[in-house]
Structures are given as C-alpha cells and as structure tokens.
C-alpha cells in the first residue's frame, strides 16, 4: 500500500503549480520545465490603512507576465532551481493616457536541499535563492537590487476515505540588498483533491501572500517598485495530468486584503514537463 501511495503521489505532485511542485524529490538527472502565462489586474488599491481606495483619474494597472522555470536534479537530496520572468504592464489613466513597460525581470536561482521526510510522504525542504535584476533602472520591472531569499517547505500527499489529497506549506524570508532595500516574508499554502479514479484532475484551495518592509513608506502606482506594503490573495486552481510527465496547471487568484498596494485578480496558465536522462546521464533509481 505504501508503494501505491508513493506512485500516486508523484502523479498528484505533477498536477501542483510549478513554484511549488509539492516538494517531491526531483530525481537525478531529472529536468523539470514549466512555462508558464499569467495576467493581472487593477483598478482600485488598499491604501496603508488597508482601506479600499479607487486609483487617482479612473486609472487601471494591468500585467501579462510570462515566466520560465527549471529544477535539476543533482542528487537525491539536491536540486537547482532557477526562474526568469519576462514582463509587459501598463498604467492608464483619464489624465496622463497610457505607458507601458517591457522587459526581462529579475532573474532567480538557487539549490533546494531535502532535509528530511515522514514515510516518504511527507517532506520538509530548504531552499536558498540569489536575485539578479536583467534590466536597467529606466524600466522599473523591480526594484533594481541583487537579493536573496532563505525557503522553507512542508508538502506532500495521503489518502482521504476514497480521495487522494496533496498539501504545501511555505514560508520564505527575502532581503534585496543596497539602500533602502526590502526585506519581505512570502507565505503560501495549498490544498488539493484528486477528482478521478485514473488521477488525472485535480483541484486545490490555495492562500499566499506578501509582507514587505522598507523605510521607504510611499505608494508608487506600479506595484513593482512599491517597497512597503502587504497583501493576501486566495486561488482556485485546476490542474490535468495527460501522463506522468506532462501535466496543465490553470488558476484563478483574487486579492482579498492588503496594505499599500493594488487590489487586483490574476489569472494563471502554466505547463510543466519532466525530462529524464538530460544530458545522457543514467538515473540512480
């Protein structure tokens, strides 16, 4: 029974969004790739205060973000991960018209290391990131400042009566270096149910959120560059399994509270592929 749940498991991580990917061990050798298209926005903001405020000249912020992830298998327990996004947004208000802005973002990688697990179901992981900007300061896809970020992560998958279930828990601490640089605590949950006896569809409850501080307190009315501010948003996500190395992840999120920022919706379309034997090496199990 325990090796059916591991075999499922697997297939149940396949289906969660690539930044989480239910901490499952990637395998040695293994690539896993995920593309993926999200979209956002805006046209009212919660001032500090956390009330809800609409945007100065009837204004409306939106974002098409596309993004690139990839996670290598170095050994059992070591992964590298690494993720470039490429950025298009717009302000438009009744005043000053319409700018947009385009370009590569800030660039992340780092190693994930299995620190321990429950049965081989449940695994708790830690994972360190460096962050470089790709664009120049005229842009203000970021706020322009190298980084890093210390993760820790508890995920995996059991059985619920005749449903299999998959969670993830993390909670992530990022500091940008430079003057005036934020340093912000990131936070993500998830919850999700198999809806089929072949384990192809599934869907998952997910929470996440942002708490960023700086001594820099002023709004800005890009939500890239703003430095202090916080936020919470609650998804709704669907995710198809065609075979156990390639699955569809679609999602629907909605900002339900924050301080300093943007209300917004998002919407999210990613794939994820796993790769076997890249660059001619031969699995160790």
């Not at 059916?4 to 790739?33: D, E, M, N, Q």
């Not at 805006?42 to 001032?47: L, M, N």
């Not at 998830?190 to 996440?208: M, N």
């Not at 992840?249 to 909605?254: N, P, V």
């Amino acid at each position: 029974m325990g090796n059916k749940i591991s075999v499922l498991t697997l297939v149940i991580c396949l289906l969660i969004s690539f930044k989480a990917y239910c901490g499952w061990p990637t395998r040695p050798h293994r690539l896993i790739v995920s593309p993926s298209i999200s979209y956002f926005r805006s046209t009212s903001d919660w001032d500090r205060n956390g009330n809800k405020v609409p945007r100065a000249n009837a204004g409306t912020f939106t974002s098409t973000s596309f993004y690139l992830y990839g996670e290598y298998g170095i050994s059992r327990r070591l992964a590298l991960t690494a993720s470039v996004p490429y950025i298009n947004y717009s302000l438009k208000d009744a005043v000053y018209g319409t700018s947009s802005v385009s370009g590569v973002g800030d660039m992340e990688a780092g190693l994930k290391y299995y620190l321990a697990n429950i049965g081989y179901k449940y695994y708790f992981t830690l994972q360190g990131t460096a962050i470089v900007p790709l664009y120049s300061a005229s842009q203000s896809l970021g706020y322009g400042q190298k980084g890093g970020e210390l993760r820790l992560g508890f995920s995996g998958a059991g059985k619920i009566g005749s449903k299999f279930y998959s969670l993830s828990l993390e909670n992530g601490l990022r500091q940008y270096l430079g003057s005036n640089g934020p340093i912000q605590d990131r936070f993500s949950a998830s919850f999700g149910l198999t809806l089929d006896r072949k384990f192809h569809d599934q869907i998952t409850l997910g929470a996440s959120g942002l708490i960023s501080a700086s001594s820099i307190k002023t709004y800005t009315q890009n939500i890239y560059t703003t430095r202090d501010f916080a936020y919470t948003q609650v998804s709704l996500s669907y995710g198809h399994s065609f075979n156990t190395k390639t699955a569809l992840f679609l999602s629907l999120g909605q900002f339900i509270v924050g301080q300093n920022t943007g209300i917004g919706t998002t919407a999210t379309a990613s794939m994820i592929f796993k790769l076997d034997n890249i660059f001619d090496k031969k699995l160790n199990y």
